[in-house]
């Protein structure tokens, strides 16, 4: 990857093919192994589908953005409106072959960056499995919090999983 290179913008209906795809190999299957963020060893269902992806891009409270090295997806994340002056950050996803290369960190920044600038956030709300404490603790170097709240997993999984709810401050909204 050509770091300098990196471009970000929103998803349009034409890239949701590659972004589901990107999405469901980076969290499901072997291919998701390559990676340290996946959940393939937690959850065997698909991630999310076209379909859902779609809804997501076509309501204004939502923005699934996108990070391309030329004409490669690489990276994505989505950002919602919450109330007057908050936003939630979910599905994050990095290609798993670049992964732990800071690309995560640089999408995490800017979907922060667009959230306080977008929607006026002041304080960006996450959902992590908390079965996953090496995740928690990357938000966490990050500035995110624990902030006690849990939320159930919306599926049923044996062992039953749960949500630690996340928040940080944001500069600038």
């Known amino acids: 990857m050509h770091d300098s290179a990196l471009a970000f913008r929103p998803a349009a209906p034409t890239d949701l093919a590659k972004v589901h795809?990107?999405?469901e190999r980076a969290y499901r299957g072997d291919a998701a192994r390559a990676g340290w963020t996946h959940e393939a060893d937690l959850i065997q269902t698909p991630r999310t589908s076209e379909a859902e992806l779609a809804d997501i891009i076509a309501d204004p409270d939502n923005r699934l953005l996108t990070a391309w090295d030329g004409a490669e997806l690489i990276c994505t994340v989505l950002i919602s409106r919450r109330g007057a002056d908050?936003?939630?950050l979910g599905m994050l996803t990095v290609d798993p072959q670049?992964?732990?290369?800071g690309i995560g960190h640089r999408i995490l920044?800017?979907?922060e960056a667009e959230a306080a600038?977008?929607?006026g956030a002041r304080t960006m709300t996450m959902w992590v499995i908390t079965v996953r404490p090496e995740l928690i603790a990357w938000y966490e170097r990050r500035?995110?919090?624990q902030t006690g709240e849990r939320e159930p997993f919306p599926a049923e999984t044996d062992p039953p999983l749960e949500f630690a709810v996340l928040e940080k401050p944001l500069a600038g909204g």
Request: aromatic share 16%; net charge positive; glycine share 16%.
């Open 21 to 23: 795809r990107l999405i």
């Open 86 to 88: 908050g936003a939630y």
């Open 98 to 101: 670049l992964q732990a290369g």
């Open 109 to 111: 920044a800017h979907a």
């Open 117 to 119: 600038r977008l929607f």
């Open 143 to 145: 500035g995110y919090r």
